[in-house]
């Protein structure tokens, strides 16, 4: 059974910073890119970060392009999205999701990925 697990969410003040965690099991993890995904109440989901094995590379939204970074263990299936200077208008629960062969180009659309986790709330006060 393949699970991904999101966890690191909490309430933090702005300019703090918060570190999530994905967390992959049942799959090859190799084959695999991991995407951010969040959403705020009332707004549509939004591709944050993505990281494409096949293409070696990553991707950020322009919105936390310089605040955030994602960077992958491989050894424990897991993937880290690493949030600095965060603002209120972070707030959002955050999905991460697992995408077979995953490219750069389309790692920002949610339809693109397999398999999804259950969310954290990441919660920026002003």
């Known amino acids: 059974e393949v699970q991904v697990v999101e966890s690191g969410g909490g309430l933090v003040q702005a300019g703090g910073s918060l570190r999530l965690s994905c967390e992959a099991s049942?799959?090859?993890?190799?084959?695999?890119?991991i995407g951010w995904f969040r959403q705020a109440p009332g707004k549509e989901r939004e591709g944050v970060s993505c990281?494409?094995?096949?293409?070696?590379?990553?991707y950020y939204a322009d919105s936390v392009k310089g605040r955030f970074t994602i960077s992958s263990d491989n050894a424990k299936n897991t993937v880290y999205l690493l949030m600095d200077s965060l603002e209120p208008e972070d707030t959002a629960v955050y999905y991460c999701?697992?995408?077979?062969?995953?490219?750069?180009?389309?790692?920002?659309?949610?339809?693109?990925?397999?398999?999804w986790g259950q969310g954290t709330q990441v919660t920026v006060s002003s």
């Open positions: 049942g799959l090859n993890f190799d084959d695999y890119g």
């Open positions: 999701a697992a995408g077979w062969t995953l490219r750069r180009r389309v790692c920002h659309k949610g339809d693109w990925y397999n398999y």
């Open positions: 990281l494409s094995k096949i293409d070696s590379t990553t």
